[in-house]
């Protein structure tokens, strides 16, 4: 069931939120749950867990781990729930093709899974919005737009891929405060990677993301890119390993961490 959030998603408390994405409500995170921090979910089985843990530990702009669950379990310090159940969507690669994107993986579910919990940049918009820098796909009611860049991650063992950034566009004289808030949450892809020229990063034309949707950039504004938590999905479709299960883009883990948790002075 797809449908659009409640009017007052941003007040809701983690566990409000995570029971309508249970009980069947789609929709991307951006704006829900103020205050507590969203994020990626990469799972993969027991025999890759070492090889993604370092290839995450050599990029961690887009791959900032917050926590990582035992083989099997489904919740955690972050995660008082499911993570089989409690994110509004999911997508399960086999072989590295995408076969099939769900609500629920539980049919999916082995006990040789171990989850990875990635920070997510949504965790700062708030902090963003609060600095008066416009957050355009909150402000349109999208996804945020996502690429796949030219830019190659350090690999790990069988894990490889690029790089994929998020795009907000921001007014020119305002990208020095996105740069200065965001730097401030390294823990969720922190400061940006790139602002400006996009084909500076081989992407051809913003308005046709890779993942997500696209915004308007309106005269006067600079597209500012940021390491996002999908790269390790496309590791995963260059790596092809035999069974992976993740986020479905701009469809996150709301957890019951604080974004102040990963604020840094």
Not at 19 to 24: H, N, Q, S, T
Not at 163 to 171: D, N
Not at 201 to 222: Q, S, T
Request: charged fraction near 20%; charge should be negative; hydrophobic fraction near 45%.
């Amino acid at each position: 069931m797809t449908a659009r959030p409640t009017d007052d998603r941003a007040a809701l408390a983690p566990g409000a939120a995570r029971r309508l994405f249970r009980d069947g409500l789609v929709t991307p995170t951006a704006g829900w749950s103020k205050g507590w921090t969203q994020a990626n979910l990469m799972v993969l089985p027991r025999d890759l867990a070492l090889d993604f843990l370092v290839f995450a530990q050599r990029n961690p702009k887009p791959c900032p781990v917050l926590d990582v669950l035992e083989a099997g379990q489904v919740a955690g310090p972050l995660l008082d729930g499911d993570v089989r159940t409690d994110l509004p969507a999911y997508r399960v690669y086999v072989d590295g093709e995408l076969a099939e994107e769900t609500a629920d993986v539980s049919a999916w579910w082995r006990d040789d899974l171990v989850s990875f919990l990635i920070g997510c940049s949504f965790t700062f918009e708030s902090a963003l919005a609060e600095g008066a820098v416009p957050v355009r796909h909150v402000e349109q009611g999208v996804n945020v737009p996502m690429y796949v860049t030219d830019r190659r991650c350090r690999a790990a063992g069988a894990i490889s891929g690029p790089l994929v950034v998020s795009m907000r566009p921001v007014p020119a004289a305002q990208v020095a405060d996105a740069v200065r808030i965001t730097s401030r949450y390294p823990a969720v892809h922190g400061a940006p990677v790139h602002v400006g020229d996009p084909a500076a990063l081989g992407i051809g034309d913003l308005g046709v993301p890779d993942f997500g949707d696209p915004v308007d950039v309106r005269p006067g504004e600079v597209p500012v890119f940021w390491a996002c938590g999908v790269t390790p999905q496309a590791a995963v479709m260059e790596s092809r390993p035999p069974l992976a299960i993740a986020h479905a883009p701009g469809h996150m883990l709301v957890t019951d961490a604080r974004d102040s948790d990963y604020l840094v002075p």
